[in-house]
């Protein structure tokens, strides 16, 4: 055995950092002006590229994957290296994978306030963007993969499963949930469709917060948190438990995002089961990662990478119990689409995500610049302030969302809705909502300052960009067995073997939960009355995905005769069958509207999407002007039509042709209905067309309620 030197690769752990420090404050900015929207829509400044439909998924996409994207793989590089005891298997790759990261990053900004979505929730960049993912991701692999493979350690460290699982995951949820068609260069449809589709995302979406948000972070933590402690993990046994346990399990828990919907029943228990189970591994983590701290405790009050990481732990294993008791059906039928949700979801992205990354960063920069932090003062004011930010967010939110929930259910002693206009529930909570904004607002002043006192901490010393290091030279016999070593022990070793059974443990749930669904018609009964929308249905379907209203409305009636009596008949898997893609939403700001359609007159939609408060004074809903004033493109109708009929959609063989006809005598019949009403407007408006869309939600099953199947 002989000492090899070689050297570690700073400058992509330094541009990581710097790009999650830029992005963190982009992304938290938009958050703030979206909070602060849903008390004072005028923020949206009159124009239609602000609003809080368009921002909103600006905010999620620029959080998750260019604040936390960034800072995974900063964590990532950085560990990496120095477990494998090798430099990154291609310096090139790297440079590839930040530029391309950002570029994709880059991409999001510009097309989701111009409208270019997708509308899936954390998946709303459209199919050109998808195959960058998909690109960058691989680049990723190959580097990681690479550099496990010419590494001088023998053993892979807990961290390094958490990063292989992280990879193999992501890039199976990512290619499962892009299957579109493509219409044009920035619009697509999604292959599947209404419940399945509705199905494929929250699978999808919920095991991008697993491992997308989730276990990087874990494997972060297995690296770093010891290392500011100066103590090794608690428990190796506990470690393996807590790692298959996760992966398996996590990937089941999709479905309880849609209790209570038209999802197959069976599919809607397995994700109860499942996220109960969730909570034993999830406070596995966070109980190897606190008693990783014994005999250490008198470090935290001193050192403030340490606070950050006790109370991102804490804020993990806070959000861990709440979401297996949020998917309790009892519970969940009160907290869904409600602001109790955004408080669950925040807990765990301020807390866990932020800190954590926050931890780090403090720990991380002056190391590779080889200096100490600029000022404690600051880092110790960034942790109060961000903590005060947490609070004064979630507790508000938390309020709002009880309230809500309570508020949409309750009855009066005669038997009637106490509170039959939806608006009274919005006005209600907008104190709440101010307070809301308030904590945000501390949360990124907290940002601001961790930024200067980092970019003082560079000027003051020196990146070492190539850290020299030296490690023993250990030859490939490393792979076989040794006498008495635990099956896990010898696995460690074969990092292709572990990659396959960490493939073959999250595989197992999305086949057994997806495949039925897909191949059992049983499940997705159709209806006869259910017809394919008309061209210009379509084109109004596709601009209310463009303005991101499902950001702020549901199109799902759940069997609750609160639901039912507010706004009509529970609604049924057959009904969404056309439904390229399904937009049931995930949180109600404003009404479900998926039995809108007949209940107002024409004149009202366009007087509401024209100034929402002069038909619901009060409304926070932001003035639609230039729907009334933008030319609908026609130019698309035929491709839609064709892309349509490619994904199954029954429309007549020749009607992508008389497709634009047939938009302009429906369109027409608006426009006359609309000046008779004293309302004058160009039947080629986009206007017109999103009010044919909303006035035919919900309106098949109404007129023929006997073609509904008795198990429907």
Same mark, same amino acid.
């Given at each position: 055995?002989?000492?090899?030197?070689?050297?570690?690769?700073?400058?992509?752990?330094?541009?990581? +950092?710097?790009?999650?420090? %830029?992005?963190?404050?982009?992304?938290?900015?938009?958050?703030?002006?979206?909070?602060?929207?849903?008390?004072?829509?005028?923020?949206?400044?009159?124009?239609?590229?602000?609003?809080?439909?368009?921002?909103?998924?600006?905010?999620?996409?620029?959080?998750?994957?260019?604040?936390?994207?960034?800072?995974?793989?900063?964590?990532?590089?950085?560990?990496?290296?120095? *477990?494998?005891? #090798?430099?990154?298997?291609?310096?090139?790759?790297?440079?590839?994978?930040?530029?391309?990261?950002?570029?994709?990053?880059?991409?999001?900004?510009?097309?989701?306030?111009? !409208?270019?979505?997708?509308? @899936?929730?954390?998946?709303?960049?459209?199919?050109?963007?998808?195959?960058?993912?998909?690109?960058?991701?691989?680049?990723?692999?190959?580097n990681m993969f690479g550099t496990i493979i010419k590494r001088r350690e023998t053993h892979l460290y807990v961290a390094i499963w958490f990063y292989i699982a992280t990879f193999v995951t992501i890039a199976v949820l990512h290619i499962v949930n892009s299957f579109e068609l493509p219409v044009s260069f920035l619009k697509s449809y999604y292959a599947y469709a209404g419940v399945q589709d509705a199905l494929v995302q929250w699978w999808?979406? @919920?095991?991008?917060?697993?491992?997308?948000?989730?276990?990087?972070?874990?494997?972060? $933590?297995?690296?770093?948190?010891?290392?500011?402690?100066?103590?090794?993990?608690?428990?190796?046994?506990?470690?393996? *438990?807590?790692?298959?346990?996760?992966?398996?399990?996590?990937?089941?828990? +999709?479905?309880? @995002? *849609?209790?209570?919907?038209?999802?197959?029943?069976?599919?809607?228990?397995?994700?109860?089961?499942?996220?109960?189970?969730?909570?034993?591994?999830?406070?596995?983590?966070?109980?190897?990662?606190?008693?990783?701290?014994?005999?250490?405790?008198?470090?935290?009050?001193?050192?403030?990478?340490?606070?950050?990481?006790? %109370?991102?732990?804490?804020?993990?294993?806070? #959000?861990?119990?709440? !979401?297996?008791?949020?998917?309790?059906?009892?519970?969940?039928?009160?907290?869904?689409?409600?602001?109790?949700? %955004?408080?669950?979801?925040h807990v765990g992205a301020l807390g866990w995500n932020g800190f954590l990354t926050f931890g780090v960063l403090y720990w991380l920069i002056p190391r590779i610049y080889k200096t100490k932090l600029y000022s404690s003062r600051m880092a110790s004011f960034h942790f109060w302030i961000g903590t005060a930010g947490i609070l004064l967010y979630a507790i508000p939110m938390y309020w709002a969302g009880f309230t809500q929930g309570l508020m949409w259910k309750e009855f009066t002693a005669e038997g009637l809705l106490k509170y039959p206009n939806f608006l009274a529930t919005t006005l209600q909570i907008i104190p709440m909502h101010i307070f809301r904004a308030v904590g945000g607002a501390c949360y990124l002043a907290g940002v601001i300052v961790m930024t200067y006192n980092l970019a003082k901490t560079m000027r003051q010393g020196k990146l070492v960009a190539n850290e020299e290091a030296e490690a023993i030279s250990i030859d490939k016999s490393f792979a076989t067995s040794r006498a008495g070593e635990s099956w896990h022990r010898i696995l460690e070793r074969k990092p292709m073997k572990f990659m396959v059974l960490a493939l073959i443990a999250i595989l197992i749930g999305g086949m057994v939960e997806m495949m039925p669904t897909f191949t059992i018609q049983a499940n997705v009964p159709t209806i006869s009355a259910v017809k394919p929308y008309s061209a210009l249905e379509l084109q109004g379907r596709d601009i209310y995905i463009r303005e991101g209203c499902v950001n702020c409305h549901t199109q799902t009636v759940r069997p609750f005769r609160s639901e039912t009596e507010r706004y009509g008949?529970?609604?049924?898997? +057959?009904?969404?069958?056309?439904?390229?893609?399904?937009?049931? +939403?995930?949180?109600?700001?404003?009404?479900?509207?998926?039995?809108?359609?007949?209940?107002?007159?024409?004149?009202?939609?366009?007087?509401?999407?024209?100034?929402?408060?002069? $038909?619901?004074?009060?409304?926070?809903?932001?003035?639609?002007?230039?729907?009334?004033?933008?030319?609908?493109?026609?130019?698309?109708?035929?491709?839609?039509?064709?892309?349509?009929?490619?994904?199954g959609v029954p429309y007549p063989a020749d009607f992508p042709g008389a497709a634009n006809h047939d938009l302009a005598k429906q369109a027409a019949g608006i426009a006359a209905d609309l000046k008779q009403n004293n309302i004058k407007v160009a039947p080629d408006r986009e206007i017109i067309a999103i009010i044919a869309y909303l006035q035919r939600l919900g309106t098949d099953i109404k007129l023929n309620q006997d073609s509904i199947p008795s198990n429907q």
């Open positions: 055995m002989q000492l090899e030197k070689f050297k570690y690769d700073n400058r992509i752990v330094r541009n990581f +950092g710097i790009a999650t420090l %830029v992005w963190g404050i982009i992304g938290m900015t938009v958050g703030l002006l979206a909070a602060m929207q849903l008390f004072k829509p005028a923020l949206n400044m009159g124009s239609q590229y602000t609003t809080f439909g368009r921002i909103r998924p600006l905010h999620t996409n620029a959080v998750i994957f260019a604040f936390v994207g960034n800072a995974i793989f900063m964590g990532v590089y950085y560990s990496l290296q120095r *477990l494998l005891k #090798a430099r990154m298997f291609s310096d090139v790759l790297s440079k590839i994978h930040f530029w391309g990261w950002q570029l994709i990053i880059l991409s999001a900004v510009a097309t989701l306030p111009l !409208g270019f979505t997708t509308s @899936h929730e954390y998946a709303e960049l459209e199919w050109p963007i998808d195959i960058a993912i998909t690109v960058i991701w691989v680049v990723f692999g190959i999808y979406g @919920h095991n991008a917060v697993a491992f997308f948000l989730t276990t990087p972070y874990l494997g972060m $933590m297995y690296y770093f948190l010891p290392k500011m402690a100066n103590r090794p993990v608690y428990s190796y046994k506990l470690s393996i *438990l807590h790692f298959w346990s996760l992966i398996f399990i996590y990937i089941w828990a +999709g479905p309880h @995002h *849609l209790l209570y919907t038209s999802l197959p029943g069976w599919a809607q228990s397995l994700g109860v089961v499942f996220s109960i189970m969730l909570i034993a591994p999830s406070w596995g983590g966070m109980i190897n990662g606190l008693l990783t701290l014994r005999g250490a405790w008198d470090k935290v009050r001193d050192d403030v990478t340490l606070k950050f990481m006790v %109370v991102a732990l804490t804020s993990y294993g806070m #959000a861990t119990f709440e !979401g297996p008791m949020l998917s309790i059906k009892q519970i969940n039928g009160i907290a869904h689409f409600t602001d109790w949700i %955004v408080a669950h979801v008949e529970y609604s049924k898997a +057959g009904e969404y069958v056309y439904d390229h893609p399904f937009l049931w +939403g995930s949180k109600r700001t404003g009404p479900d509207l998926h039995r809108v359609g007949g209940k107002y007159s024409n004149a009202w939609h366009y007087n509401h999407m024209f100034d929402p408060a002069s $038909m619901s004074p009060g409304s926070i809903m932001p003035p639609y002007s230039w729907l009334i004033t933008q030319k609908l493109d026609t130019t698309t109708t035929a491709a839609k039509i064709k892309a349509m009929r490619s994904l």
